[in-house]
DNA sequence: CCTATCTTGTGAATGTTTTCACAAGGACTC
DNA sequence: GAGTCCTTGTGAAAACATTCACAAGATAGG
């Protein structure tokens, strides 16, 4: 449910604002979705407004976290010290919801022992020791696409068990494990698709 | 249909390794999706295949190339040189796929006239001026979230009609215009999620 | 040329998601 | 405390997407 994460977001907003309460209507307006499908998406999880007034941000915004599961913080390793990876590492809105990055592999000489935003860079080698160690429980992988399934294999049979790909390539993992996709190239072509489609009419 | 998209990719594999014709069924297992849903999505724009044989390759590819509009160059500019920006001109699968950066803005005078990849930073102000000169059809957003309606509103009033946003907003645009979101947060969110339900189990 | 084997293309069935529409609950006013 | 105004929560309907299942082409081998 992607868009409970948007409406964490917007419920956030809302709060910084000394808004004390919300309207399915109003969320709907800000994420660009329709009210009934608010209303739907929370009584999902439980009933959480009041008739008549909407929604008690500070509330919402307490039981989302909840849903979420973002009441903790969650131990990520970064697979890829390259361009998007080091952009990824001081990317400030993963920190800033929980998200704590503790461990940056790679497999270049070159950059292993370097310091990346705080972090040391590890030898690829070191990875399942590590993960292990650490309790990472997400990994965010930031490889060429060639080299993007060995590592995804490697990381759940080091017992990690969701993973972020940004690779371009569909990964394979075993059932039981979360896996999502970033993928810019989609994205864009999905433009394109749309710039012709229009034309074409 | 971000599938195509996929298949698309799938196929300039197959390609590569000379593969002449693709079943249904190989393009499902590779995409991880169905054959029927294959056959489905594919017979949405034509009939491609032959019956007991499956698709020809290099057919398929020119047909979805078509579909896609990835036949030609699409001229894209980037607004925001900051990390994520920097990771995105270098990244080479655009490039490949015929989506050329032929303009970077930014803000900061500390960054405007340097080079980044080939591609001097320009001043935010000569934004709207260079979009419209050079012909600019899509525009690549990561600024800070802040900044990005703004910004996605001056770019639309310049004449470019596609958007692909990096900003963790949700942005408004007219009728018209294609506008896609990369939301890594709510990516990392949806894994977090995704351990916790699992864990209540 | 006939048969066996593949694999497409597509209606029909099933499943999922979104939208509609409205009863019921709460707050505020007079 | 009766009436009005809001806004939720939710069944039912509609729209959309996926899967099933199979007739019909195409090939290959004898």
Redesign the interface.
């Known amino acids: 449910?992607?868009r409970?994460?948007?409406y964490?977001?917007?419920l956030q907003e809302a709060d910084a604002q000394r808004e004390e309460t919300i309207s399915s209507e109003a969320l709907a307006d800000?994420?660009?979705t329709t009210s009934a499908q608010v209303r739907k998406d929370l009584s999902l999880f439980g009933s959480f407004g009041k008739r008549g007034l909407g929604y008690g941000v500070p509330e919402l915004l307490r039981e989302l976290r909840e849903?979420?599961?973002?009441n903790r913080r969650?131990k990520?390793a970064l697979i890829g010290a390259g361009?998007?990876g080091?952009?990824?590492i001081?990317?400030r809105?993963?920190q800033l919801?929980g998200?704590a990055i503790e461990a940056v592999f790679d497999v270049d000489p070159r950059k292993i022992g370097r310091n990346l935003a705080g972090q040391e860079i590890l030898d690829d080698h070191e990875m399942e020791r590590t993960m292990a160690e650490k309790g990472i429980?997400?990994a965010i992988v930031a490889v060429p696409a060639e080299a993007a399934q060995a590592v995804v294999d490697r990381i759940v049979a080091s017992g990690v068990?969701?993973?972020?790909n940004f690779a371009?390539v569909?990964l394979?993992v075993p059932e039981?494990v979360?896996l999502?996709h970033?993928d810019?190239?989609?994205?864009?072509?999905?433009?394109?698709?749309?710039?012709?489609?229009?034309?074409r009419r």
Do not use: C, D, H, Q
């Not at 849903?67 to 973002?70: A, M, V």
């Not at 068990?161 to 972020?164: F, G, K, M, R």
């Open positions: 449910m992607r409970l994460s948007l964490l977001r917007l800000r994420s660009g849903i979420l599961g973002l969650w990520v361009k998007i080091s952009a990824l001081s990317y809105n993963f919801r998200f429980e997400i068990s969701a993973v972020l371009p569909r394979r039981g979360a999502r970033v810019m190239v989609v994205e864009l072509e999905g433009l394109a698709f749309a710039l012709t489609s229009e034309e």
